[in-house]
C-alpha cells in the first residue's frame, strides 16, 4: 500500500509539474512576442505542439490572475494593449481607415476617439469602452491592398487610401478641411481599385476645385 500510494503521489507532481510547464511556456510565448492582441488560434500556430483546447485553459487560467486580460470572448490581451491592434483583431479581414486616418493626417479637423475601420459587414463593437466602427464595403475593394500599410498585426490605410474610401462610401457627401496633406499622384494610383467612373470624376472634382 505504502508503495502504491508513493507511486501515485509521484505521478501527480510530475503531472503538476508538467502541466505548470505548459502553461509558463505559453506565457513566455505571449510576453516575449511584439503582438499585444491575441487569439486562441494565432497562439496555436505559434506553440505547434499544442492543442487549441488546452491552450484555451492556459489562456483562462491567466486571465484569471490578471497575468492577462480578456477584454472580449476570443480575444486576450497583455495588461496594456495597442487599440490599433485591437481594431485589426476583432474582425478579420478588415483594416483601419476613414476618419481616423484622415484626422490623424490633418485632413479633416473633428476628432473623435472612434477608431473607424474596413471590413466585409457594417458594425460597431465596444471593448473597454472604447468603439470600434466597422464598414462594409464590396469585397473586391478591401482585399486590394494598395494603399494599405501592414506594420505588425495592424493594417492601416495611408491617408490617400482612406480618403478614397470615405468618397466611395459617402458617394462623395463628404467634407474635408485640409485637402493638402494628401498626395494627388497617389489618389490617382489608387483611383482603379474602386472600378468607379462616377467616383473618378468626384475625386478629380474636388482635387481640382482645391488647386
Given at each position: 500500500m505504502y508503495f502504491k500510494n508513493y507511486y501515485y503521489l509521484c505521478t501527480l507532481k510530475v503531472q503538476i509539474i508538467y502541466t505548470y510547464s505548459l502553461f509558463m511556456d505559453v506565457l513566455s510565448t505571449i510576453l516575449s512576442s511584439p503582438r499585444s492582441v491575441f487569439t486562441p488560434q494565432w497562439l496555436a500556430m505559434v506553440c505547434k505542439d499544442r492543442d487549441i483546447q488546452s491552450l484555451r485553459?492556459?489562456?483562462?487560467?491567466?486571465?484569471?490572475?490578471?497575468?492577462?486580460?480578456?477584454?472580449?470572448?476570443?480575444?486576450?490581451?497583455?495588461?496594456k494593449y495597442d487599440e490599433q491592434e485591437m481594431a485589426c483583431s476583432l474582425l478579420k479581414p478588415s483594416y483601419i481607415s476613414l476618419e481616423y486616418v484622415l484626422a490623424r493626417a490633418g485632413v479633416t479637423f473633428q476628432y473623435s476617439s472612434d477608431i473607424t475601420c474596413i471590413s466585409y459587414q457594417s458594425r460597431t463593437i465596444e471593448v473597454d469602452g472604447h468603439a470600434y466602427v466597422f464598414r462594409q464595403m464590396n469585397k473586391m475593394i478591401w482585399t486590394n491592398m494598395l494603399g494599405i500599410e501592414q506594420r505588425g498585426n495592424i493594417a492601416i490605410a495611408t491617408p490617400e487610401r482612406a480618403f478614397l474610401d470615405m468618397m466611395y462610401l459617402s458617394a462623395g457627401q463628404c467634407y474635408f478641411d485640409n485637402l493638402h496633406p494628401l498626395?494627388?499622384?497617389?489618389?490617382h494610383q489608387l483611383l482603379p481599385v474602386y472600378d468607379s467612373p462616377i467616383l473618378v470624376k468626384r475625386v478629380e472634382a474636388l482635387l481640382n476645385g482645391h488647386q
Open positions: 485553459r492556459s489562456l483562462q487560467y491567466y486571465a484569471r490572475t490578471g497575468a492577462l486580460r480578456n477584454p472580449r470572448r476570443g480575444i486576450y490581451t497583455k495588461p498626395n494627388h499622384e497617389l489618389i
